[in-house]
């Protein structure tokens, strides 16, 4: 079986997401700054991710244990994160440059499996592209290589409020727990790291 380990993240970057708590309005899935995302774009874009997958021969267990719902709603706050940095420090990105952006194929043989693996259904895929192209010119405008510290402050400065169905951002993602968002036992006290399993 083909798999692919979702990346999910602003990857051209790197970026961490942190998340900040704080009453949910009803409908929203996340409010980032001024963008409200709601659970109906979030269930919307995750039927049409799952057909995607399904259309490239890939099932859900390609995700490594990782929920459609997450995979989107992960991408949909790191492109509304994108967005609102483009415009704070206005930079724009061209339809030429998007296109490029889309016909990478990243870490993969395929740009179609490299934008699944970053959560993209076809459908979206022009948003996540102007997003990606944003984040690599505001990296540029930073300085290249040494903007990337500044880049993660920018992006670290718009804090995401998620509703508590989705849970915590997981601020520690690795094979191991490969989790995007850590259950917090919805009603506001965060759930403890699983138990180490002892060596015997």
Do not use: W
């Not at 998007?98 to 870490?107: R, T, Y």
């Not at 510290?149 to 992006?155: A, D, G, I, M, R």
């Not at 509703?163 to 006290?189: C, H, M, V, W």
Request: glycine share 8%; with cysteine.
């Amino acid at each position: 079986m083909k798999s692919i380990r979702v990346a999910v993240a602003a990857a051209a970057v790197g970026i961490a997401l942190t998340a900040c708590s704080s009453p949910m309005q009803a409908g929203a899935a996340a409010v980032v700054g001024n963008e409200r995302i709601t659970t109906s774009k979030v269930n919307a874009d995750s039927e049409a991710y799952k057909a995607a997958l399904k259309k490239a021969q890939l099932t859900e267990e390609a995700l490594g244990g990782v929920p459609v719902t997450h995979v989107v709603l992960q991408r949909l706050v790191n492109v509304a994160v994108s967005n609102q940095l483009m415009a704070r420090h206005n930079v724009q990105a061209s339809e030429t440059e998007i296109d490029a952006m889309l016909k990478d194929p990243g870490q993969f043989q395929s740009a179609e499996i490299n934008l699944l693996a970053n959560g993209v259904a076809p459908a979206d895929a022009r948003d996540y592209g102007r997003a990606m192209v944003g984040l690599s010119k505001l990296q540029q405008k930073f300085g290249g290589e040494s903007g990337q510290q500044k880049l993660v402050q920018e992006f670290g400065s718009i804090k995401p409020i998620l509703n508590p169905r989705y849970g915590a951002l997981n601020p520690q993602r690795s094979q191991e727990n490969p989790a995007i968002f850590l259950d917090t036992g919805r009603f506001g006290k965060p759930a403890g790291p699983p138990a180490q399993q002892q060596q015997g």
